[in-house]
């Protein structure tokens, strides 16, 4: 679903008006569809909401996944697409559609939203998602569904030795990838270390390099 960035200088707007332009269609196609949902004088049409409509389809499977022993990672972008329905592009690999890459609402395969280490949402048009998925399988789509890190809590690696060893491989892979969709963004900060959440710690991997690295 994420495509190249743009930048504001190629398309000879300011930074301001890409963001108003962005706000703007956010609240009319997400935001406005939201607000008006219970207004019975409203028109159906201002009703309707794309991502509603495909989240809530009749083809769509929802699923909560609790994994006994935890291990899920978490990242930047808590929203991962993974998989292609339908006749993918010629032009993109198929192994690009676990990086969000050439996909969008109308053909993803699934959604996994990792929630914390012991808890996901999967949304799937396949039904058979739910059981055949493993916790090894959504770390996966959430390192390459993330843009700027993924994290975890400082034990983890103690905890869960087998995900632990994949996770570098994981993370090379996504930054290889990455700056095909990352161009024109601010570099981040390449250190590893532990970050402060409701009181928690956690251990957090960045995904980018710095462009004094590339």
Sequence with gaps: MTGKAIEADDSGISDEELQTSMMGFISMYVIDPWRLRHDNDAYYKDHWNHLVSTLLSSNMHWSCYRPRRGGLLVGDNPVCFSGVVGTPPEDIPPAFFDHAVGTGFHDFRR????????????????PQDASRLR???????SVFNS????????????????????????????????????????????????????????????IRFCRRQR
Aim: hydrophobic share 40%.
């Design 111 to 126: 959604l996994t939203l990792p929630l914390g280490s012991r808890l996901a949402v999967i949304m799937s048009r396949d």
């Design 135 to 141: 916790v090894a399988d959504i770390n996966r789509y």
């Design 147 to 206: 843009r700027e890190f993924v994290a975890h809590n400082p034990d983890w690696a103690k905890a869960h030795p087998d995900l632990a060893r994949e996770l570098p491989q994981l993370l090379e892979r996504q930054r290889m990838v990455a700056p095909a969709f990352l161009q024109g963004r601010n570099c981040c900060s390449c250190s590893s270390g532990l970050a402060e959440s409701e009181g928690r710690r956690w251990s957090v991997s960045p």
